[in-house]
């Protein structure tokens, strides 16, 4: 298994410290972890384990459970697609379909180059702009399938950029 | 600092005058409000402010007029909105580029800019005010009090507003007269179970405990729903004092919010609300100079439907995966960390100030019999004004989607309008003059739930609409039991089969069997309700799904192994631009050319074809159809 680095540990550590004083803080640690450190692997799941004295199988289970938690890094992109009802009967199967289509990947997978995470959402609670899809929490909304090209030209350019 | 009552009134005083003065413009000023909720802020409510705020500073009336953002106004489809005071001008879908222009003709001109309004779609008249369009006449805000209204991240506009006022009565009264009182007010669990709350805390009051607490139930997972949401972005603090009264009423002194992650901007509101309260000290020790003490904190979902699921949502509380607990003990006698706890979803707990303040008969004044006050729906799917409504109980289905709702848009013809999200069902055109409660729905084989309501048209496939809902349940099955686990992916199988053309007549039978077994047999709501949707398509639906079966075909050329795309060789003129958009190569020139054309039509090679539907958007001449 890969050692965390240095940077890594600590600021982990620091996560797991934030939330000492509560009852049951794993939750909001492992939230915390996803949010900061991007996702929440084996090896870190073990660094958990040792500073809060959860067991690891107990973590893991967690960890696997809830779709938010991720043992894989993302994209820097993460394209969610509501696939909510609302969205759905307007033709959201069709928008995360391009997605795929141009991406050349499958929901919840992320492209080779790092950039595009796919993920099928379940409802976002935008269904007045149906279909929506949210991009890194941006909500895009009544996405029609021509836009989707643009959509992701326009966020290549700015990765380019940056 | 407000530490007795005798500070909260003063304070109300105060900032209900100064609120009243903004809206009828006693204060000389003008306000401008833009809708704030999420789907106004995706189409740019944020840079509209800031353009606006920009604008008044370069023409030099920054001091004549002030900017604000507010909570949800619930007509999405129209938004965003930006709201003039005190001369109540609505102006709709409001665009960066436009703002110019409102600020030189109407606030400095005084001038109202017609192009912005709303048009009457039965009259064609241009509407300035809000009371006035007909998307707002027939409802009825109480669960909804102040969004749209007030700032959500300024306590002082929601005390002025009234907030506290409820949870200011109830100290006066016994625990039991709080109880009392709300029972009689009639009102239900406004998530979907539609157990009296009332009764719920009776049980949490009676247990003897050292520590109680409640819950508020913000892990609205239910696709189609966004009342919850909207409510905790337009106005955060009438759930805490909902939650407040709740914890007073039955004794506990902690609660806790359990929001779902996938709604960052009511976490941050109400985020920014506690804080505020607790700044003013109306939370924590001796509340209004009382010896109440109250204080609440806030844990985030990560993405389990389940864990709208009360006892699964405590677990999820407690760290753990989110898997529904036995029941009983219920939580009102055994809870989060084993203590008595009352998890209550936050459309119910914002009714609670509304009935402390304004009395139980005024809540119980509109309603039917057994179902008191009034209903958020989430309208959506396909209907012209697609919304956030609130509505007295007892209105009918036929006034929601066609007066508020505005009808089917397109000129299509309305086929069914789905409630209760995936533990719900469809209801037929026939049914629409039946009024919505939480008990007759139920009757008629559909349910009220937490107020999803998807209005579907002739163009939506209701097996397919059935296959939507099972795939979703069992993604979303916590695992814990059999039926639900497995049946579910069985149900899943036969209707994707079905969709895809090799279903047989005896895939119904077998529907019909697990769909009893899964419900029998499951621990939790999610998996007893999880056949709902598939039962009621079959019932009202039946001949879709043998169209799907028997003549391998899709009605509403939805499913795609069931259709094709067909050019009609008579209108199509031959200019060969669906061909240049083919992805999958399929379309080719023919020979034939039709009678007054000049070039040959183009024709689709069905075994090539992937259904993309690129060369339906792309021809202008209505060639090209579903068949």
Known sequence: MAKLQEAAVAQITEICQRHKNDKTPLMMILSDIQNEYGYIPLEVQELVSKETGISVAEIYGVVTFYSFFSLTPKGKYVVGCCLGTACYVKGAQNVIDKFQELLGIKPGETTEDGLFTLDALRCIGACGIAPAVSINGRVYPKVKVDQVPEIIKELKEEAAKA | ?627
């Open chain 2, 1 to 627: 600092m407000i530490s007795t009552v005798n500070d909260l009134n003063e304070r109300f005083e105060a900032l209900s005058k100064s609120l009243d003065d903004k809206i009828k413009g006693a204060d000389g000023l003008r306000h401008i409000v833009l809708c704030g909720g999420t789907g106004c802020l995706s189409a740019h409510s944020t840079e509209i402010m800031e353009r606006f705020k920009e604008l008044l500073k370069e023409k030099g009336i920054e001091n004549k007029a002030t900017v604000n953002q507010v909570g949800c106004f619930g007509f999405c489809s129209q938004g965003p909105f930006v709201k003039i005071y005190p001369e109540d001008t609505l102006y709709k879908m409001v665009k960066i580029e436009d703002v110019d222009e409102i600020v030189e003709k109407d606030l400095i001109g005084g001038e109202i800019v017609d192009r912005l309004l709303y048009i009457d779609p039965k009259t064609s008249e241009k509407v300035t005010k809000q009371e006035d369009i007909l998307f707002y006449k027939k409802q009825r805000r109480v669960a909804l009090n102040g969004c749209g209204v007030i700032n959500p991240e300024d306590i002082n506009e929601a005390i002025g507003m009234g907030a506290f006022q409820g949870i200011k009565r109830a100290l006066t009264m016994s625990q039991q007269e709080v109880i009392d009182e709300v029972l009689a007010s009639g009102l239900r669990g406004r998530g979907g179970g539609g157990f009296p709350t009332g009764r719920k805390w009776q049980f949490a009051l009676n247990v003897e405990a050292d520590q109680k607490y409640v819950v508020c139930n913000g892990d609205e997972g239910d696709p189609g729903a966004f009342m919850d949401r909207s409510i905790l972005e337009g106005n955060p603090l009438g759930v805490i004092e909902g939650m407040m009264i709740a914890g007073y009423a039955f004794g506990a002194s902690e609660g806790y919010f359990y929001v779902r992650a996938e709604y960052p901007i009511a976490v941050k509101r109400l985020k920014i609300a506690i804080e505020q309260a607790r700044a003013e000290g109306l939370l924590g020790k001796n509340i209004l100079g009382t010896d109440f003490s109250f204080d609440c904190q806030i844990r985030l979902g990560a993405g389990a439907f389940v864990c709208g699921e009360e006892t699964a949502l405590l677990n999820s509380i407690e760290g753990k995966r989110g898997m529904p607990r036995p029941r009983p003990p219920f939580p009102a006698v055994k809870g989060l960390w084993g203590k008595p706890t009352c998890v209550n979803n936050v459309e119910t707990l914002a009714c609670v100030p509304y009935i402390l303040r304004e009395g139980a008969d005024k809540f119980a004044s509109v309603g039917t019999e057994k179902s008191k006050g009034t209903k958020v729906f989430a309208l959506g799917g396909k209907v012209n004004n697609v919304g956030l409504v609130e509505v007295p109980m007892g209105t009918t289905l036929r006034e929601l989607i066609y007066d508020i709702g505005g009808g089917i848009p397109d000129g299509k013809k309305f086929k069914a309008i789905q409630t209760g999200g995936p533990s719900g069902g469809c209801l037929t055109e026939e049914y629409l003059d039946e009024p919505i409660d939480f008990d007759n729905l139920v009757a008629k084989g559909s349910m009220m739930g937490s107020g999803g309501a998807i209005v579907m048209d002739e163009d939506n496939c209701m097996v397919d609409v059935a296959k939507f809902y099972m795939e979703f349940i069992c993604d979303e099955s916590c695992g814990k039991c059999t039926p639900c686990r497995i049946g579910t992916k069985r149900m899943l199988e036969i209707l994707t089969r079905i969709t895809e053309g090799k279903g047989t007549m005896k895939d119904l039978e077998e529907l019909e069997e697990l769909s009893q077994t899964i419900k029998a047999n499951s621990l939790c709501a999610l998996g007893q309700t999880a056949s709902n949707p598939v039962n009621s398509t079959l019932a009202h639906f039946r001949d879709e799904y043998i169209a799907h079966i028997v003549d391998k075909k899709c009605p509403a050329h939805v499913c795609k192994n069931l259709m094709q795309y067909k050019i009609d060789a008579e209108k199509c003129i031959g200019c060969g631009m669906c061909a240049k958009g083919c992805p999958a190569s399929c379309i080719t020139r023919t020979e034939y050319v039709a009678p007054g054309h000049k070039l040959a039509s183009m024709a689709i090679d069905a075994d090539k074809c992937v259904k993309c539907g690129a060369c339906i958007s792309t021809c202008k001449f209505n060639a090209i159809s579903k068949v």
